[in-house]
């Protein structure tokens, strides 16, 4: 009997740390000086902000992740019957992977083996992941990429000869603005050949009171998740922020389909930012915006695909018509 070990069917690289924490201190000082105070998302996912989300999609108004679960668990047989016996698998984002999993089970039915990519900003998280499905899965091989998109997008195309579906799960497309949105999704389009097929996962509008429950749910999670950036500026940055005097507000803009994440100043103080040689004055209700969380109405999918040279191939939503989840093809 052969025997494979997990260590000759996984390969990880890892790409040059971003910036660092220089890169946080630059983007801190430079979202807090200005009249609109702002500091962008991809912060709040530092090891710790990264484990509380993961908190969040267990919590009971969260339902973006079980609805999303829901599809994959009757479509993924579906999904892989949609590509050729040679189909890789590029996860974009791939945090923790426990969706994935339905996705791998089904192709390794299928087609007896797999080749998976995951990227992911977090060397830890994805080395994690991935060591524990190579254990489950021996006819399973990983590639991962430790790096952000750009880069994963990149080596994708260098590496790999099969025909590849892209997974870009969780509505992760959500943190974009709808222009960055079609901005992105143009060049995976230009990463993509004629037989490459993109999974996206994409939340959609609806009433104003399930989204504010889902990102202020009533035991505190997401609200802690919000603060951590706080907390973070204080350890990394050597900043004095009082978490006492900020509250967690999520608001949901009905027009532009948006939920926004803020951090409000409850009174009004001054924060001094060591690192930066910085005092921060917030006047009482003043504002910190730590992340948008924009929603889709199948047409406005359909319009981020026409404008990111793409075609719906098909489209499944949830029981509940909450998530949205494409197969996408480039347009010729
Ligand atoms: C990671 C962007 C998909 O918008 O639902 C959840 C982030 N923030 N609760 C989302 C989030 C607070 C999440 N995404």
Known sequence: METTTVENRFTLIVQGPDGGPGEF?????KGLSGERKSIPCRYLYDHRGSLLFEDICAL???Y????????????????????PENAEIVELGSGNARKTTLLIESFLRKNGRLSYNPIDISRKMIEGSSISLLKRYPDLEIQAIAGDYGDGLELMRTSGEGVKLILWLGSSVGNLDREEAAEFLS??????????RLLIGIDLRKSKKVLEKAYDDRTGITAKFNMNLLRRMNDELGASFDIRKFAHRATYHEEEGR???????VEAHTVRIESIDL????REGETIHTESCYKYSPEEID????ASGLENVRRWLDS?????LSLAAPLP
């Open 25 to 29: 201190a630059d983007a801190v000082a």
């Open 60 to 62: 009971d108004e969260y």
């Open 64 to 83: 973006p992740t079980r609805a999303e679960r829901e599809i994959l668990e009757t479509r993924a047989d579906e999904i892989a019957s949609l590509l």
């Open 187 to 196: 060049d995976v389009r230009g990463h993509m050949g004629a037989n490459d």
């Open 259 to 265: 939920v926004d994440m803020e951090l409000v100043s």
């Open 279 to 282: 005092d921060v004055a917030f």
């Open 303 to 306: 319009a981020l695909f026409a």
């Open 320 to 324: 509940q018509h909450r998530f949205s």
